[in-house]
């Protein structure tokens, strides 16, 4: 645990000094108000007729969706997608292997 401990505090550390461009994710609190950039938890709002991730043959869970539009534009130096969303998801048991998916 410390040494899991230190590696977070010295990422955040390296993270704080750096010039590249940052996004914190923050709850926001009442839900709904305000401008919001994705979720965590709750349900996918997937294209129509994309079917749910599985793995060896078991639906995935939803983690969390976010709106890459909202994301600043310098984000990971430019590079990746600007806009659609990108949704999280992993598999309730086994292998703990989170999937990214982006759609329009």
Request: hydrophobic share 45%; net charge neutral.
């Amino acid at each position: 645990f410390l040494g899991h401990q230190h590696a977070t505090e010295q990422m955040q550390a390296a993270a704080r000094c750096s010039a590249r461009a940052a996004a914190i994710l923050r709850p926001q609190i009442p839900i709904g108000q305000g401008p919001s950039a994705g979720w965590f938890g709750g349900d996918a709002k997937l294209p129509e007729g994309m079917a749910w991730p599985e793995q060896d043959g078991q639906k995935l869970l939803f983690l969390g969706q976010i709106d890459l539009a909202a994301l600043p534009k310098d984000l990971w130096s430019g590079l990746g997608p600007r806009s659609g969303w990108l949704a999280f998801f992993a598999p309730g048991k086994g292998d703990f292997t989170p999937r990214a998916i982006h759609f329009d």
